[in-house]
């Protein structure tokens, strides 16, 4: 279990995130969705003790996860890098990531570069920023780090090469299970690689609930604009459509057999909602910048 007890990171007199608290259980493939500046570079900077929080506490297995040294070479941590200075060839970089990573595995670490179309002689500041990408998942996902976090690691590359890497991802985790952490914008396109979804809004842990269960909870109710109306008094609306005298609402909660009874006698049709419509509506709150 990684164990995160009201844990907050401030820069200064800013907030990064703020009093989360959440178990995470080992072995799973985790979405972690927010808006930009929400904290999710905040939180899984500190899940992988790359920075301290400010204050609660971070247990992997109940001990203290930060600057532990049993525990820290269990996670690996992998973002897109400004490569600009980065001189090293890809054979050098993943010789020196084989060294560094204990869990690292070099023959499954070169199949990737081949998957990517990498080439091992090239330096990595010549190649381009959608490579460099590649690279950075290559490195990633040949670490087998039993905790490996994904920050934004797709930046940059084009839609087929992200497609290779989310079939890498879960095959390899199908064949070496462990806890993988991906943060990401582009959650329609991800949302079929995730067992469980945490949802940061404003540095705040909005929800964390399995994918099933948070899409079971979103439902949308359409038909005539009052009936709708009338339904979802006391429901919690997201967000609500209307075209003529037919409306939408997007609702999220749980629909009671009373009530889906009330909607098929109103010929209201119950409709599902995606996860990117759901976090698009659960975190629509404009933020106030300083
Ligand atoms: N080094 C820093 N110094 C000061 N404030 C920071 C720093 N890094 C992040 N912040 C602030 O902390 C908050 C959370 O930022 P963070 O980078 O964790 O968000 P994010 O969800 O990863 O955003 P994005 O999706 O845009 O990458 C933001 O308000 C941001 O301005």
Redesign the pocket.
Known sequence: MLKLNDVTLK??S????QGITMSLELGKIYGVL??????????LSMISSFRQATSGSIMLNDQALFENEALTPMISFHYTKDQSYETRKLSKLLDEAAAFYPYFDKEYALQLTKTFKLSLNKKIYKMSKGMQSAVEAVIGLASRSPITIF??VYLGMDAPTRTKFYKELLNDHTNHPRTILI?T?LVSEMDFLFEEIIM?DH?KLLLHESNDDIISKGFSLTGEAAAVDHLTQGLSVLNTDQLGPTKSAMVFGSLSDELMQEAREADIEIGSVSLQDLFIHLTDNDREEE
């Open positions: 820069y200064g800013d907030y990064g995130v927010g808006r930009n500046g929400s904290g999710k570079t905040s939180l920050d934004e943060s914008h940061i540095g």
